[in-house]
């Protein structure tokens, strides 16, 4: 009679570990995307390039004839997400902007820091290099958390307690141009040590369940096929990603498993329909992703990762959505933007019962508005709103598009 406590306890702690691991790695995986635009084999001949050609901004004086604007290449956004699991969260990004050759897209390193009204922190820093006319690329990221949790009662003992979740995680991605064409190819790499310190009685039932930490470390392989026409803006063409990370005890993990992750976006400029001042027209963005697991362990599980839904809240072995989103510039600067999708889980969930997608779908809608910090490198920041079904909301102030 004793076991259940302790079998219920350990899957309720696996399923808060695997929530704060997740919610960690989806900050690190911002800091990376932010950094990790793909690169398009063929450039258009607009400055609406991300990494932006150019990182210079005209002043409301225009510099005198003959002499170039003063470079800015450093870039600032602030950042929030608020839900009613998580909280509040708010934050920032700073990146500086260079050219490491002529023919080479800008490089980029950057910082991102946020902070909760639980008195916890989370941050990282990233860099994109681009160099040989960009047909070479390699991103480095390094991330770390200190999240305090506050339980009335822990796993269902009746006992308050507070934990502090320690994680540090760093990562590597290169990738190649193949020839001539529009395909890249690479490697990259993820490891992660995660640790959770409580006192007392607190303390033995965490060391009894095994969750005093956790450690995993996996390689994989990325292949990418781009005709997209901007990086940071798109309004046509696709961006197809196909890449693996095998975690394996013998790379410094502590378990051994693999996850395959397929993402498919594609853009399409409605140039009948241009409303507003701005003189560009809206934009239909369509992204279908997905997340499959072999072996994993709970803490490997895929999450609902839709807008609305805290990272990490609902597990299971396999998981897919399909989003779509309207973008609708109504100035040079401001633009609307409203999305929709559906998410489903299949695989084993939690409990080990297999599920079928079907009977387990996330929907998620929202709107918001977007503004353009820098017009001449299509860099904006949005504010948004997003509702899943039941008690799932959160509202966002993030770094570009979603995808």
Known sequence: MILDPFKKASIAAKVAA??????????????????????VAAQTASTEQYPPEETTETSATSAPDGEAAPAKPWLITPTLAADPKLGANVGGVVAYLRKLDEQSTTSMVGAAVSYSDTDSI????????FWGADTRRLI??????????EYDDFLGTGQKAETTDSVHTVGFRYLQQLGASNWLAG???LSTNYAVGAEGYIDGILNLIGLSGYDSTGLGLVLQHDTMDHQRDPTGGHLLTLHNMAYRESLGGEASFDVIFTDFRWYRSLDRFTIGQSGRPPVFALQMKGRFTKDAPLSGFSSVSLPGYTMGNYLSEDYAHLLMEGRFPITRKFGLVAFGGIGCQFGDDLLGDDIECS???????????SYMVKEEASVLIRLEIAKGKNDNEALYLRFGHAF
């Open 122 to 129: 989370t941050g990282g820093v990233g860099a994109q290099l």
């Open 18 to 39: 695997s929530h704060r691991l997740i919610t960690v790695a989806a900050l690190c995986w911002t800091i990376c995307t932010m950094l990790a635009t793909p690169h």
């Open 187 to 189: 490697i990259q790499g």
């Open 140 to 149: 480095l990221l390094v991330g770390a958390a200190e999240i305090n949790n």
């Open 359 to 369: 009977e387990h779908t996330f929907p998620s809608v929202g709107a918001g508005i």
